[in-house]
């Protein structure tokens, strides 16, 4: 048999070796390539910090009170008299109900590359139940008041994601117990019950303080369950999609902590990413408000390309929907449709159209936000027998200023034309000048295409805000690459608790409509 081949004979074994080592050198390069390739920067920050924890202890102690203070408690059994010792005795506590609940001594903080450390301490509860009492010869059922003293709870809350984006929270070292209990019984055999009260304290806080921390573990995970059912692609309009899932978990200082969300736009038929990259931003060292919202450049761009593929910057107006909107709103503009119909002695229907030629440019500068639109204009004719004629088409660029404004919980942008550069008119009269089709163009812009943008854009971007809680001293600042929202949490309480995690989709970091239609 023929010697099977040799890749390094003893001649060549130098030569071979530092091949293997180049190869071995470029494989490194190119997974390191790989990575950094596929490193993805949020396109929203989110920051809580510790001020809103401060502010979380009032508003989280008040929707625990009143969340267990409504509850239904399930009614607790025992087939045994432990305070007795007396066997075949059963009793059970029903219609378990907390009067009262106080929690004075509550402190939220962050643990550093962890999660947040909770604590409660010197609690008090008032309870009332039913006790139902049953032996062989005898039972009974009496009214009971329970008051607990010396609640402690401490534990810390981390916090993660899960493979689809969604946040979910763990209990690590938890511990919670009640140091002190007081039994009162009210009935015709109260003052036999209350002689051996005080035997039942000590029998109820062993069994309440092995029930707390399931307990509490038990509604965590009732709330993952409902962020599990958080819409993190939500379609906005009939154009786009808005992916806002968490890209990693938390990051947590001693200070505070950062969400970081994909938060960029897809067209609705197609959810191949934009053929550009976001980039990381930084948000500011700032401790005044409560939350921070860092909203990037490329969020935007991602929503321009969107909606540029989607064709949502295309207009076209008819002669009816440019008299109806146009005229009342410039009598000059009259004067320049005159103009129009003596330089072309139209007789019959027209109509323009604007179309963008690419992407608008978007531009994130300190204290100034801009979107340049590269775009075409049309005028057609429309004889009679349907068919249209291009009597002016033209390329331009429209360079538009950005405002911004915080409403209630929207955040509100509209458009105002700085300036826009033209290509000379391809027309085959040639004799029209050109500051005429810069009257006609400015015209148009003006009082026809930014009223119908910003008519669109007025209906506003819901800005994130949980079940109940308002945002309030709202600021917003533009900053190079990114906007800053600073804004401070009310929450307001009402007379009735909702049901439990009711209106959690109202999270939702952008939601709307486009066309007239709701989003779902």
């Given amino acids: 048999m023929a010697p099977g081949p040799k890749f390094c004979v003893r001649s060549e074994y130098k030569m071979c070796t530092k091949m293997v080592q180049v190869l071995w050198g470029c494989l490194l390069l190119w997974n390191l390539y790989i990575s950094s390739a596929q490193t993805i920067y949020p396109g929203i920050k989110a920051r809580a910090t510790q001020r809103a924890l401060d502010y979380g202890i009032q508003a989280g102690v008040e929707m625990i009170e009143q969340m267990l203070m409504e509850r239904n408690i399930p009614d607790f059994k025992s087939s045994k008299s432990e305070f007795l010792n007396i066997d ?5 506590f029903i219609n378990i109900k907390i009067n009262a609940l106080s929690l004075p001594n509550t402190s939220l903080a962050f643990v550093p590359g962890v999660g947040i450390r909770a604590l409660i301490n010197h609690g008090t509860a008032n309870i009332s139940t039913d006790w139902e009492f049953k032996s062989p010869l005898f039972q009974d059922t009496e009214g009971v008041d329970l008051f607990l003293s010396g609640v402690y709870f401490t534990s810390i809350v981390v916090l993660a994601l899960n493979d689809f984006g969604h946040p979910i929270l763990k209990l690590q070292d938890c511990n919670a ?25 000590k029998p109820i806080l062993k069994n309440l303080n092995k029930m707390l921390c399931p307990i509490i573990t038990s509604e965590v995970e009732a709330l993952n369950a409902n962020l599990s059912m958080l819409e993190v692609l939500r379609k906005v309009d009939n154009y786009t999609l808005l992916d806002y899932s968490l890209i990693g978990s938390p990051e ?40 921070y919202i860092g ?3 490329y969020f935007f761009k991602s929503a321009s390309y969107a909606y540029f593929t989607a064709g949502a910057f295309n207009v076209t107006l008819t002669t009816k929907e440019i008299f109806n909107r146009l005229i009342r709103n410039s009598q000059g503009l009259g004067n320049m449709l005159s103009w129009i119909a ?13 179309m963008a030629r690419e992407p608008p440019v978007v531009n994130l500068l300190p204290g100034n936000f801009t979107l340049d639109i590269p775009a075409s204009f049309v005028i057609l004719s429309k004889s009679k ?19 911004l404004a915080i409403l209630g919980q929207r955040l509100i942008c509209s458009l105002s034309l700085n300036r826009f550069r033209f290509s000379l008119p391809q027309s085959s009269r040639s004799s029209i000048e050109v500051l005429r089709f810069e009257n006609i163009l400015s015209s148009i812009l003006h009082f026809g295409v930014l ?55 109202a999270l939702n970091l952008i939601s709307g409509q486009w066309r007239g239609k709701p989003a779902p």
Avoid: R
Avoid at 184 to 189: A, I, K, P, T, V
């Fill in 252 to 291: 947590i200082t001693e200070n505070y902590v950062d969400l970081n969300l994909k938060g960029v736009f897809y067209p609705l038929e197609n959810l191949t990413d934009p053929p550009f990259s976001s980039v990381p931003f930084v948000l500011p060292e700032h401790s005044d408000s409560m939350i």
């Fill in 342 to 354: 003596e330089l072309y002695i139209l007789s019959q229907p027209f109509m323009v159209q604007v």
């Fill in 177 to 201: 117990q009640v140091s002190h209990s007081d039994v009162s019984f009210s009935g015709e055999l109260s003052v036999l019950y209350n002689s051996f009260a005080e035997p039942m304290e």
């Fill in 385 to 403: 027998n349907s068919t249209a004629e291009t009597i002016v088409s033209m390329d331009f660029v429209a360079s538009t200023n950005v405002a």
């Fill in 295 to 297: 909203i990037s450049e």
């Fill in 451 to 505: 009223p119908l943008a910003n008519a669109k854009l007025q209906q506003g971007f819901p800005l994130p805000n949980p079940h109940k809680i308002s945002l309030v001293n709202s600021d917003i600042e533009v900053l190079e690459g990114f906007l800053l929202i600073s804004t401070d949490l009310k929450y307001k309480a009402s007379l009735k608790q909702q049901p439990s995690f009711h209106g959690w989709e």
């Fill in 88 to 92: 075949y005795v059963n009793y059970k």
